[in-house]
């Protein structure tokens, strides 16, 4: 029977470069066979919505079925189904659900997640919201949204996850000197498989993040598309990736990256303090979080970084930037 693997996320662990990798079956494995059943897409998202999306539960049945009877089917040794949304996802659900839709090769199933630093995550958030126009302050807002919405207290979201599926369910620390050979795809496989007698083929860099000034640049565009009344909430996430794909693929002569301050960094270390002490030790032998929040200090600067157009672009590129408006 095949064993089906799901990648949970988190969001910013790495899942993109994960699943293209999977999609294009980049990879070779001496002792084990795996499928990565895929759609329009590279990634499960649609799946997962149907646990987290409530107009979408009604969808739940088939797609389940659907990956059931293609995974059986496949006749590989392990099955892997990937997609950040499982991050906001109640594990009973998954749990139901695999056993009510899922009776070929549902049994056994396992679930593997990765955990970014809180730190990390927030920086790396207020990156990726800035780029899809869902962040047009900075990011002391970044933190006082996620400290409202309790999103990186991950040690009651994580324990939940391991109360439903047991020692099926498997935390790996997002920290690169932690993952095998520092690196996501192969820390991933290696858990998936199993084994660690594989290969990868070939990676391209995925969601490379952009300079600083870059990213002033694509959150001047959406500040101006709000002043404008312009609504292009329908297209935004498309448009960031979109954005950002482009902007990287120039070489930046600035690469100077958004970075946090220090009197933030304290306050992220005081804020998630007793979290990372719990998630460490609920889950690994040793304190990688706590190690992690004590460290974002260091790489911390003195001054918030600038984020007004005007501090990077002249009066002219300014202009440029929204002209097509």
């Known amino acids: 029977m095949t064993q089906v693997v799901f990648d949970l ?23 084990k066979t795996l499928a990565y059943p895929y759609g329009q897409g590279v990634h499960h998202i649609p799946l997962a919505r149907t646990l987290t999306d409530p107009p979408r539960f009604e969808e739940r049945p088939k ?3 659907d990956f059931d009877v293609r995974i059986d089917g496949s006749g590989a040794d392990v099955a892997v189904i990937s997609a ?15 056993e009510a839709h899922m009776p070929r090769c549902g049994e056994g199933a396992r679930c593997i997640a990765y955990v970014r630093p ?16 869902g962040l047009l302050g900075d990011l002391e807002q970044m933190h006082a949204r996620a400290l409202k919405s309790r999103i990186l207290d991950y040690t009651p979201r994580f324990k939940r996850w391991r109360a439903v599926f ?35 083929l070939a990676q391209a860099e ?24 312009r609504d292009l909430s329908a297209v935004k996430h498309s448009m960031g990736w979109a954005m950002g794909a482009l902007l990287a693929l120039e070489p930046a002569a600035d690469r100077t990256r958004l970075r946090l301050h220090r009197s933030l960094a304290e306050r992220i270390r005081t804020d998630y303090a ?12 040793d304190a990688p979080m706590t190690e992690a929040l004590d460290r974002a200090g260091d790489a911390a600067q003195d001054a918030p970084s600038p984020l007004r157009a005007k501090d990077h672009f002249s009066k002219q590129e300014r202009a440029r930037l929204t002209a097509w408006f």
Do not use: Y
């Open 9 to 31: 996320g988190d969001r910013k662990t790495g899942s993109t470069s994960i699943q293209n990798v999977l999609r294009a079956g980049a990879w070779r494995c001496a002792s």
């Open 63 to 65: 797609r389940f079925e």
């Open 84 to 98: 950040e949304q499982f991050e906001t996802a109640d594990p009973a659900d998954l749990h139901a659900a695999i």
């Open 118 to 133: 809180h730190a990390d995550r927030i920086l790396s958030g207020a990156a990726e919201r800035i780029k899809s126009g």
């Open 166 to 200: 047991g020692d099926r369910f498997e935390l790996r620390p997002m920290i690169r000197d932690r993952l095998v050979d520092r690196d996501v795809v192969r820390d991933f496989f290696t858990a998936a498989l199993g084994v660690d007698d594989f290969e990868i």
């Open 206 to 229: 995925i969601n490379t993040s952009l300079s600083l000034k870059d990213l002033v640049m694509v959150r001047e565009f959406w500040r101006h598309a709000r002043r404008t009344g």
């Open 274 to 285: 007793e979290d990372a002490a719990a998630l460490d030790a609920e889950f690994f032998a």
